[in-house]
């Protein structure tokens, strides 16, 4: 998670209060006094370090050198750290490296409040990996994976999506797909019939369109009225800030062909 405007002002306000204590013990010439403080600073940063300080680190490393994948959400617990409104939680991520086997991680993550929905079991997450230690994972939050290529030592070609279910694919052609895809929806939307259904998984296709609208795959259970519930999945791209509402689990509204189930779309985005 980035560090924003506020999570600055507040740090910046902890620093001067605490510097103004010390100030303030030493004045008083208390040794009770200046062990507390001495305490107290040396538990407040090692706190700041690993929630804080060492995580960006991290992050910032794997901007430069890591590898792009993707990782499906295992398990969520929250942590009870909270920074500037910032919930901490505890992630068991499955990941996906672009050349290898699947493998279990675990990490942990500052997340803004406003972006909950977006991890949950289920979820699929783009992510950065170190390309000499797998253990160490960033979420790559601005789409900046495929700067390398574990497999090949080599820099990901430019043109070609870096991650996920579309990897490797030349940008122009994953666009063509769209295009197609788009077109295909329109008709879909133009006479198929509107029902609610439940998203039970979302996958980042690691393309964005007009912007950060993302493309993406929605597997949902469909629940027409009038005949038996059934699953189903979809393609075509999400506007940005309605990304939380296309998580798993949460309630959407689709259009179906009735006669042929396995064409659905999304109704809204």
Same mark, same amino acid.
């Given at each position: 998670?980035?560090?924003?405007?506020?999570?600055?002002?507040?740090?910046?306000?902890?620093?001067?209060?605490?510097?103004?204590?010390?100030?303030?013990?030493?004045?008083?010439?208390?040794?009770?006094?200046?062990?507390?403080?001495? #305490?107290?600073?040396?538990?407040?940063?090692?706190?700041?370090?690993?929630?804080?300080?060492?995580p960006m680190m991290i992050s910032n490393?794997?901007?430069?050198?890591?590898?792009?994948?993707?990782?499906?959400?295992?398990?969520?617990?929250?942590?009870?750290?909270?920074?500037?409104?910032?919930?901490?939680?505890?992630?068991?991520?499955?990941?996906?490296?672009?050349?290898?086997?699947?493998?279990l991680v675990e990490t942990k993550q500052?997340i803004s409040r406003l972006q909950t929905?977006?991890?949950?079991?289920?979820?699929?997450?783009?992510? #950065?990996?170190? +390309?000499?230690?797998?253990?160490?994972?960033? #979420?790559?939050?601005?789409?900046?994976?495929?700067?390398?290529?574990?497999?090949?030592?080599?820099?990901?070609?430019?043109?070609?999506?870096?991650?996920?279910?579309?990897?490797?694919?030349?940008?122009?052609?994953?666009?063509?797909?769209?295009?197609?895809?788009?077109?295909?929806?329109?008709?879909?939307?133009?006479?198929?019939?509107?029902?609610?259904?439940?998203?039970?998984?979302?996958?980042?296709?690691?393309?964005?369109?007009?912007?950060?609208? +993302?493309?993406?795959?929605?597997?949902?259970?469909? #629940?027409?009225?009038?005949?038996?519930?059934?699953?189903?999945?979809?393609?075509?791209?999400?506007?940005?800030?309605?990304?939380?509402?296309?998580?798993?689990?949460?309630?959407?509204?689709?259009?179906?062909?009735?006669?042929?189930?396995?064409?659905?779309?999304?109704?809204?985005?």
């Amino acid at each position: 998670m980035k560090m924003n405007a506020g999570m600055i002002i507040g740090l910046l306000g902890g620093a001067i209060g605490i510097i103004v204590a010390i100030v303030a013990v030493v004045a008083t010439k208390s040794i009770a006094g200046i062990i507390i403080v001495v #305490l107290v600073v040396g538990i407040m940063g090692t706190t700041f370090w690993k929630v804080l300080f060492r995580p960006m680190m991290i992050s910032n490393r794997l901007a430069k050198v890591g590898v792009g994948a993707t990782a499906r959400v295992m398990e969520v617990k929250d942590t009870g750290v909270t920074v500037n409104n910032s919930p901490q939680i505890k992630l068991l991520l499955e990941v996906t490296p672009p050349n290898g086997l699947t493998y279990l991680v675990e990490t942990k993550q500052l997340i803004s409040r406003l972006q909950t929905s977006m991890y949950q079991v289920g979820s699929t997450l783009p992510v #950065l990996i170190d +390309p000499n230690d797998k253990d160490y994972i960033s #979420l790559d939050y601005d789409g900046r994976g495929g700067q390398m290529n574990a497999g090949s030592g080599g820099s990901f070609d430019s043109d070609s999506v870096p991650v996920g279910p579309w990897a490797g694919m030349r940008k122009q052609e994953a666009e063509k797909k769209l295009f197609d895809i788009d077109a295909r929806n329109k008709e879909i939307f133009a006479y198929g019939t509107s029902c609610r259904a439940i998203v039970t998984k979302y996958t980042w296709l690691g393309i964005y369109v007009n912007g950060q609208n +993302p493309a993406v795959e929605i597997e949902v259970q469909v #629940l027409p009225v009038d005949r038996p519930a059934f699953a189903a999945n979809t393609i075509g791209v999400v506007m940005e800030q309605s990304v939380p509402k296309f998580q798993v689990g949460e309630e959407i509204y689709v259009k179906y062909d009735p006669n042929n189930t396995s064409k659905v779309t999304i109704e809204h985005s």
